[in-house]
DNA sequence: AAACGGTCCAACCGCAAACAG
DNA sequence: ACTGTTTGCGGTTGGACCGTT
């Protein structure tokens, strides 16, 4: 199998990106499309892999992107489809279509995280910690965490609900395979 | 004013799936 | 059916920036 050479190749060069290379990226994508991203440094002039271009365009070039602070909505969003979807960022990002799943990890890990941390629930299974759960305290903030928690599950039950219609949707639009037709095109199922 | 520590974001790396011959 | 190549994804890191001491 071997792994594509990409930016292991010499001269190529790697670190921020210029104005220049990004306005190069821009024109050359606007005129003819990215079509092969590995043929299109050459292209277009530009001394970067592949790989590192189609990143900079997804993420930083788009002409569809949003940028700066993220909406409570849009926190919302993010933290049921995490619930449902766990890491799979790209597929939250797929419900979120003018942020890149780069930004929402980014976001999740400096921001959603500790802040689920900080209200006692897991990140990861967003579920109460244990010592949340058992509120023994008698602390109202358990009281508060316990009916977030609430809230939460109740958002994430619609949210599957949701998903699950969509993928229907899709699998009978694009066909017969009815097994696979309740996952998405490229990550299957929902592993909660 | 300088040093230090913490936070945030852009970009890289490596793996696996998808695709093409 | 198999093999090699390309693309896409998620995890991780480097460094700039900002607030605090």
Redesign the pocket.
Known sequence: ????P??DKVGLK????TPEEDQKLLAYIEQHGHG???ALPAKAGLQRC???C???WI??LRPDIKRGKFSLQEEQTIIQLHALLG?????IAAHLPKRT???I???W???LKKRLNKMGIDPVTQKPKTNALGSATGNPKDAATLSHMAQWESARLEAEARLVRESKFVGSSSSSSSSSSSSAP??TSNTV
């Open positions: 199998m071997g792994r594509s990409c930016c790697k670190g921020p990106w092969s991203w590995r592949g790989k590192s189609r990143l900079r993420n930083y890491n799979r960022w790209s597929g799943d780069n930004e990890k980014n976001y890990n400096t921001h490229q990550h």
